[in-house]
């Protein structure tokens, strides 16, 4: 069964319906992953996307921060969440398709501003949520899987727009991106995106800070989609919708895509 699989960090669901509804016409995925809905569940418009045709979901909400969602036009099953350092935030949601493919939505944090784990409490969770989910990965063993999210690292010296200038700030240090890297390894994880398009710069996220965030194109790849082993082979067509930033009141993300023939 062919499925098309998006994830996107619309930055506030309810605020920025309208786009999701408008990508969902327009690429018609059929599941779309949302991070950062900055919504309780009672208060995400999810019937708006249901009328759509997107009927089945899960979600998670909290209220002004993090929460993740899936959307979908095929059945699913609510998978349930694990509740990463035990912080209560809605960071995780997990969904089961008829086939029996889990779908993993993860929300990673940001991290702060300063890459000390002494001097910034906020990187220190970020370091922490690695180490979690090399561990989760290493014990449960995933099979059947995707993985997708906004990981907030950029891993690749090609997936910045400058690796020497980003190489001691948050997104991009290297403790990050070993951690990345463990977690990837220790779950099994494919980088779909990057086996699809393995050469050339790769951005999904520009600041909102630019001026022009296109002409300056200081971009970052922080959102991904992995695959467990056993089906990265079924991945093709990922893409990354560089105009949906450029959409009115957009995200600082653009949405990226990928297809699995399950």
């Known amino acids: 069964m062919p499925i098309t699989v998006a994830t996107w960090n619309i930055n506030s669901v309810r605020l ?4 999701v509804q408008r990508l969902l016409r327009e690429e018609a995925p059929d599941i779309l992953c949302l991070q950062e809905c900055k919504s309780p569940l009672d208060k995400m418009p999810l019937d708006l996307f249901a009328a ?4 089945h979901a899960v979600a998670r909400g909290q209220k002004g921060y993090n929460g993740v969602a899936i959307l979908s036009r095929l059945p699913i099953e609510d998978a349930g969440h694990i509740d990463w350092c035990g912080k209560g ?7 089961r398709l008829e086939d029996g493919t889990l779908i993993h939505n993860l929300y990673i ?7 000390d784990p002494e001097a910034n409490e906020k990187f220190a969770h970020k370091l922490q949520f690695l180490d979690e989910l090399r561990a989760w990965g290493r014990d449960a063993a995933p099979t059947r899987s995707i993985l997708v999210g906004d990981l907030n690292i950029a891993p690749r010296e090609d ?4 690796h020497k200038a980003l190489l001691k700030v948050v997104s991009h240090t290297p403790v990050e991106v070993e951690g990345l890297c463990r977690a990837q390894e220790g779950g099994g994880w494919v980088d779909v995106t990057r086996a699809d398009i393995p050469d050339g710069r790769l951005y999904s996220w520009w600041s909102y800070r630019a001026r022009d965030w296109d002409a300056a194109d200081r971009g970052r790849r922080l959102d991904h989609i992995w695959a467990s082993r056993d089906i990265a082979a079924a991945a093709h067509g990922s893409r990354i919708l560089r105009p949906v930033r450029g959409w009115e ?9 990928a297809r699995f023939d399950l």
Request: aromatic share 6%; no cysteine.
């Open 16 to 19: 920025r319906a309208g786009l």
């Open 52 to 55: 759509m045709g997107w009927g």
């Open 89 to 95: 935030d809605a960071r995780h949601v997990a969904a």
């Open 109 to 115: 944090p940001a991290g702060g501003d300063i890459p």
């Open 159 to 162: 997936d910045v727009w400058n």
């Open 249 to 257: 009141q957009p995200s600082d993300h653009a949405p990226v895509l």
